[in-house]
């Protein structure tokens, strides 16, 4: 257990379904981000969050959206998604933006059908 | 934003000291080199990190040479747990986090 829960671990869902996934921190960080990992591709950064504001959006289709309530919880909401879109969604914390390490989830494993 | 070279794979015995090496010629003087490693079916773990001195923890050893165009991981007594990728990321203050293949570590019993 790393401090920084993703739920559910895995999600199978229809294009025309809408989803969401969760995840939840208590280490007191005031960073958040989503990432994709699409496999044999390296991870990428889809959104950063600081202090609940959203600070990047790296070009990501409007079908993701999410949603930071608070510092220790982010959401990803899921709309119309395509098969390209099947993939391991990470969500990671950080202290801030600065040096500091980041803690990462297991992951949500997202299969769209 | 500058680039790190790392090997595809590696292959090394248990419970013998591993290597794993990272070229980054474009390094910036505000660059610090981070590791992290992803397991099987989990997310990134970060490792360690360093800005030009070498750096001990309990996980690892951090080498970074004199000129800071190169660094190497060390993993002082791999164990079968260690098998992982294992990425070198340059960041500067206040950059994200960005990966790149990085090597992917077995660990032969």
């Known amino acids: 257990e790393t401090g920084v829960t993703q739920t559910p671990r895995h999600l199978v869902m229809g294009m025309t379904n809408k989803k969401s996934l969760k995840c939840e921190q208590h280490l007191g960080h005031n960073a958040m981000y989503w990432y994709k990992q699409s496999a044999k591709k390296p991870l990428e950064l889809m959104f950063v969050y600081n202090f609940k504001e959203q600070t990047e959006n790296n070009s990501v289709p409007s079908r993701f959206s999410p949603e930071c309530p608070n510092s220790s919880h982010l959401f990803l909401h899921l709309h119309t998604l395509q098969p390209e879109d099947s993939a391991l969604y990470l969500c990671?914390?950080?202290?801030?933006?600065?040096?500091?390490?980041?803690?990462f989830g297991s992951g949500t494993r997202l299969t769209v059908v | 934003d500058a680039k790190t070279t790392q090997p595809n794979s590696m292959e090394s015995n248990e419970e013998e000291p591993v290597h794993l090496p990272c070229n980054h010629s474009t390094i910036s003087g505000t660059d610090y080199i981070h590791w992290y490693r992803q397991l099987p079916s989990q997310g990134p773990e970060y490792v360690i990190h360093g800005l030009t001195s070498n750096v001990n923890n309990r996980m690892a050893s951090l080498a970074i040479a004199e000129d800071r165009k190169s660094s190497t991981l060390i993993l002082h007594r791999a164990t079968l747990r260690d098998a992982a990728v294992y990425y070198c990321i340059l960041r500067g203050s206040y950059e994200k986090l960005t990966f790149g293949t990085g090597t992917r570590l077995t660990i032969i019993p």
């Open positions: 990671a914390s950080s202290q801030d933006q600065g040096t500091r390490g980041y803690t």
